[in-house]
């Protein structure tokens, strides 16, 4: 069993946990914090302050949207 990632609450702020996104027109997941809008990309320490932020994942004339451009995914539906 590898893959069924771990429950864990936000490093930076702490007020959410980090939940499992995606970008609905490319597939990539990522974790998010909805309260602070931290990202961990896969392969990031999840422990260790976030160095992703959601805005940066999308080019910049997006970034008011990006709301629109993702969706909650159930970590169990991951590959
Ligand atoms: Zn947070």
Redesign the pocket.
């Known amino acids: 069993m590898t893959g069924s990632p771990e429950r864990l609450p936000?490093t930076?702020?702490?007020?959410?946990w980090q939940t499992c996104y995606r970008v609905r027109s490319d597939g990539r997941t990522f974790l998010l914090?909805p309260?602070?809008?931290?990202v961990w990309l896969p392969g990031d320490d999840r422990r260790k302050p976030p160095v992703h932020y959601l805005p940066d994942l999308f080019p910049p004339h997006l970034e008011h949207e990006v709301w629109k451009l993702i969706e909650r995914c159930d970590p169990a539906d991951s590959p």
Request: net charge negative; hydrophobic share 0%; proline share 0%.
């Open positions: 936000c930076y702020c702490g007020q959410d914090c309260e602070c809008d931290s």
